[in-house]
């Protein structure tokens, strides 16, 4: 699988947006852009996820850019709740294997 | 549904032992995985399976056993624990669905201690 590169920490005040950026230059055509967040003793969850167009969903929003070689998850309005280790995969959109692989992921830390 | 079902949440073994950790799904999904996680560390994908009969190595497979004989469950088998097998393991699975992408859902994780 391609591999994907995140700041390993990043900060933000309540109320405020929080951008989170991926680069994946490596990226094929049939890869889609998959993000999951873990929460402090949880399992990872899933956010959101596209392949070429952006995408909202009620937790964020996707911004992909046109050559797809990098990617950006939105948090609108962050809460201390969002605080967690947001990790940006990439996921081959085919019936055969899919060897998904982690990084280690961007800690975001959200203050008051 | 219950979703991603992993037991025992918690497990102490002594080095040699051997252990089943196990992963149930009710969602019919094909493709089931398991991961481990180390302290400040990411996940990483020990086997995976796309479907019940098949199965193949991720990225640290040494010393881990897996089969899947059914769609809803995929065990993984420690064959004789060692202290670097302590970690926290999760199982995740997905569908696995030609043209359809699916997000992967994950398990609450089994916190194992090998001592």
């Known amino acids: 699988d391609a591999k994907t590169t995140q700041p390993n920490s990043m900060e933000s005040n309540e109320e405020e947006p929080v951008h989170l950026p991926c680069n994946h230059s490596?990226?094929?055509?049939?890869?889609?852009i998959h993000w999951y967040r873990q929460l402090p003793s949880q399992g990872p969850e899933y956010v959101i996820h596209?392949?070429?167009s952006n995408v909202n969903n009620r937790m964020a929003s996707l911004a992909i850019a046109e050559d797809r070689k990098s990617s950006t998850l939105i948090l609108h309005r962050a809460t201390l709740r969002d605080a967690a280790v947001y990790y940006c995969?990439?996921?081959?959109?085919?019936?055969?294997?899919?060897?998904?692989?982690f990084g280690t992921g961007t800690r975001l830390q959200v203050t008051l | 549904n219950a979703g991603v079902t992993q037991t025992p949440k918690f497990q102490v073994l002594k080095t040699g032992q051997s252990m089943t950790l196990q992963c149930a799904q009710d969602?019919?999904?094909?493709?089931m995985s398991w991961y481990r996680q180390d302290p400040g560390m990411g996940l990483r994908l020990i086997h995976y399976?796309?479907?019940?009969?098949?199965?193949d190595q991720g990225e640290v497979p040494n010393g881990y056993n897996v089969s899947r004989s059914t769609t809803e469950d995929f065990p993984l088998r420690l064959l004789s624990a060692a202290p670097s097998q302590t970690s926290v393991y999760f199982c995740?699975?997905?569908?696995?669905?030609?043209?359809?992408?699916?997000?992967?859902?994950f398990g609450n994780g089994t916190r194992l201690t090998v001592t």
């Open positions: 995740a699975s997905s569908y696995q669905v030609e043209g359809y992408n699916s997000p992967l859902h």
């Open positions: 490596t990226i094929s055509g049939t890869d889609y």
């Open positions: 596209g392949l070429t």
């Open positions: 995969i990439l996921r081959v959109n085919t019936g055969t294997a899919s060897k998904l692989t």
């Open positions: 969602m019919n999904h094909e493709y």
């Open positions: 399976s796309v479907g019940a009969g098949i199965t």
